[in-house]
C-alpha cells in the first residue's frame, strides 16, 4: 500500500482491480435480487462495497495475525451475511 501512494500506476492498478471487484459483486448482487434469492431492498451497490471490504480486510488481517484462522472465519461470514440477505 506504502508503494502505491508513491507510484501513481500502481495506485491506478489497484484502483482498477476494486472497481473491477465492486462491478462483478454488484451484477452478481442484482442477478440474485431479480431471481429472488436474495431480499429486494438491498441496495447492491453499497453491499457490494462491503462484501469488498470484508474480503480486503479479511486477507489483511490474516496477513497481519496468524492466530486467525481466516478459511474458518470467513466461512462463519459468509453464512452470517447470507442468513441477514435471505428472503
Not at 500506476?9 to 452478481?28: A, P, V
Not at 435480487?33 to 438491498?42: A, C, H, L, T, W
Amino acid at each position: 500500500l506504502a508503494a502505491s501512494k508513491k507510484d501513481p500506476r500502481i495506485q491506478k492498478r489497484i484502483e482498477n482491480g476494486f472497481i473491477i471487484t465492486r462491478k462483478f459483486l454488484k451484477e452478481k448482487l442484482q442477478e440474485a435480487q431479480k431471481k429472488g434469492e436474495i431480499r429486494s431492498d438491498v441496495d447492491c451497490e453499497t453491499l457490494a462495497f462491503e462484501i469488498h471490504a470484508l474480503i480486503e480486510g479479511t486477507g489483511l488481517i490474516g496477513y497481519l495475525d496468524r492466530s486467525v484462522n481466516v478459511e474458518r472465519m470467513g466461512e462463519n461470514m459468509f453464512h452470517n451475511m447470507w442468513k441477514m440477505l435471505r428472503r
